[in-house]
Nanobody, 123 residues
Framework: QVQLVESGGGLVQPGGSLRLSCAAS????????IGWFRQAPGKEREGVLC????????NYAESVKGRFTISRDNAKNTVWLQMNSLKPEDTAIYYC????????????????WGQGTPVTVSS
């Protein structure tokens, strides 16, 4: 069974950090670019960051530049999203998704999605 499972979300104070994990099962991430997306209450889903199969990252959201980083370990079939200097406007459900092919191409819809992990930034 193909699955992407996110974890690591929670409640954090402004200025704090969280590290989200995206673990794949039932398929290997080696051949997929992986993106992190988020959806805040009442807003449309937006792309955050994406990582190619070779480890190159693509920033989808200007608002996270310099604060969020993405990494992957294909041997562990896992991708991480490191979020630093969190702000209340980062509050959202965060999803990881797998896109067929080695490079990040925001015009193409990912084929696999996780169930999401909630992140709340509040004092």
């Amino acid at each position: 069974q193909v699955q992407l499972v996110e974890s690591g979300g929670g409640l954090v104070q402004p200025g704090g950090s969280l590290r989200l994990s995206c673990a794949a099962s039932g398929f290997t991430l080696d051949y997929y670019a992986i993106g992190w997306f988020r959806q805040a209450p009442g807003k449309e889903r937006e792309g955050v960051l994406c990582i190619s199969t070779s480890g190159g990252s693509t920033n989808y959201a200007e608002s996270v530049k310099g604060r969020f980083t993405i990494s992957r370990d294909n041997a562990k079939n896992t991708v991480w999203l490191q979020m630093n200097s969190l702000k209340p406007e980062d509050t959202a459900i965060y999803y990881c998704a797998a896109q067929v092919g080695p490079t990040c191409m925001p015009q193409y819809e990912p084929v696999y999605w996780g169930q999401g992990t909630p992140v709340t930034v509040s004092s």
